[in-house]
Every structure is written in structure tokens, then in C-alpha cells.
């Protein structure tokens, strides 16, 4: 699931709103989720279930 983030709650995250917040599965862990931000994406293109690519920033 995901949930595209509008409003800045803390004032760190105003100049990084909108971003999009997801629970990601991965395929080497099954049944282990990650809470993550997707990046590199439009948030319009973000689905369920859509394959990812792991990064570290």
C-alpha cells in the first residue's frame, strides 16, 4: 500500500513534500515489509504490486 504525503507536518519535510510513502515487500525476504519513500517515480505511475528497485540514500 502507499499514500502520496501532501502537507509537511514538521518543518524538515517542507521542501521535500509532495513524496510518496510506501509499505514495500521484498523478494528476497518474503512476508518482510518496508516502510519506505519511492523515489525516481511520478507519483501518478505508483501501483500495488509494481516491481521496485531498492536504493539507499
Known amino acids: 500500500s502507499y499514500t502520496i504525503t501532501m502537507k509537511a507536518w514538521h518543518p524538515f519535510w517542507v521542501d521535500k513534500v509532495p513524496y510518496v510513502l510506501a509499505s514495500v515487500e521484498l523478494p528476497e525476504q518474503p512476508d518482510l515489509k518496508m516502510l519506505t ?15 521496485l528497485e531498492v536504493t539507499f540514500r
Open 37 to 51: 519513500n519511492i523515489v525516481d517515480c511520478e507519483h501518478d505511475a505508483v501501483e500495488v504490486g509494481m516491481a
